[in-house]
């Protein structure tokens, strides 16, 4: 599908190598992988902190959290 892109980057300064790779994708929703809900979680607030619309999805979330998140994403609304 022409819409989908996949990256994979060795992992050097994760918040670093992060935050320069979404300054080029600016209006582009998109999603971060993590290896555990706790990554997840930090990442999550490290990119609301920089100034990103981000939701974190996964499984030990409140099903109306998960549900919310994911139509967000879908949607590219209120993200």
């Given amino acids: 599908r022409p819409n989908i892109r ?3 980057e060795g992992r050097d300064n994760l918040n670093r190598q992060l935050l320069a790779f979404l300054a080029g994708q600016q209006g582009a929703a998109g999603i971060v992988y993590a290896a555990t809900r706790g990554q997840a979680m930090r990442i999550g607030e490290m990119l609301v902190d920089a100034g990103y619309r981000a939701r974190v999805y996964h499984a030990g979330l409140e ?5 919310r998140n ?3 994403f ?5 993200m």
């Fill in 6 to 8: 996949y990256s994979v």
């Fill in 63 to 67: 099903p109306e959290v998960r549900r």
């Fill in 70 to 72: 994911a139509r967000d």
């Fill in 74 to 78: 879908q949607a590219a609304d209120d």
